[in-house]
């Protein structure tokens, strides 16, 4: 199947600064990518769809100044937390579509796992 | 989007088939049922579609009664690293176009010794 990486797989910040997380699909092009926020033992929560070379769609309730997306090339897509605080520590994950005929429809990436103290 | 409703949990022991059962009363035509697996810090890893009938692929078996408003996953003689969480989604259909991914609770599915 298709890969998705995601890069770092986890970092630690101080509370106040910028984490950017880059989610790439290493052998297929995504023009639509999804971001998603996972606490312990919860499931996973969609943040934004990201679209190459357009604004993100964010959910309900989620701060698009506060996660900034850009997704400016077929492979790429990336989430910045800006100003960050220990509540955003969470485990972000991305998910890029597939050729639309794909069985498999999204593949996910591994996560990355962020700190703030 | 379809709501979906599953067990929160589920123990069993290996060499055991599972049946995990997934309730989505208000699926739309065109939508496909999907199961994802998912083990502790790791993305979501696809383990079976299907639309309708029965599909089995060489990891699971997905039952899907004629009025879709439930599917079942099946895992044949489960191992201790089937120990994950089981997504079941509704809406995600291949060919139709971009579909956001809606999770529900999932099954944490637990195997014993």
């Known amino acids: 199947g298709a890969v998705v990486s995601q890069h770092p797989s986890r970092v630690i910040c101080k509370s106040g600064t910028s984490v950017k997380i880059e989610c790439r699909s290493l052998d297929f092009q995504a023009t639509t990518m999804f971001w998603y926020r996972q606490f312990p033992k919860k499931s996973l929560m969609l943040m934004a769809t990201s679209n190459e070379g357009s604004k993100a769609t964010y959910e309900q309730g989620v701060e698009k100044d506060k996660f900034l997306i850009n997704h400016a090339s077929l492979t790429l897509s990336t989430l910045t937390v800006t100003s960050a605080h220990p509540e955003d520590s969470s485990f972000y994950i991305c998910?890029?579509?597939?050729?639309?005929?794909?069985?498999?429809?999204?593949?996910f990436g591994p996560g990355t796992r962020l700190l703030v103290l | 989007l379809a709501k979906t409703t599953q067990p929160i949990s589920m123990d069993s022991y290996e060499g055991q088939e599972v049946n995990i059962t997934c309730s989505h009363n208000?699926?739309?035509?065109?939508?496909?049922i999907t199961w994802y697996q998912q083990f502790p810090s790791q993305g979501p890893r696809f383990i079976i579609q299907g639309y309708k009938t029965k599909v089995t692929n060489e990891v699971a078996s997905l039952f899907i009664p004629a009025d879709r408003k439930s599917s079942t996953l099946s895992l044949p003689r489960v191992s201790l690293s089937d120990t994950a969480v089981y997504y079941c989604?509704?809406?995600?259909?291949?060919?139709?176009?971009?579909?956001?991914?809606?999770f529900g609770t999932g099954t944490r599915l637990l195997v014993s010794p």
């Open positions: 989604l509704v809406g995600d259909s291949p060919n139709t176009g971009f579909q956001k991914l809606v």
């Open positions: 208000n699926i739309a035509t065109n939508d496909y």
């Open positions: 998910s890029a579509r597939g050729e639309p005929s794909d069985q498999e429809t999204q593949y």
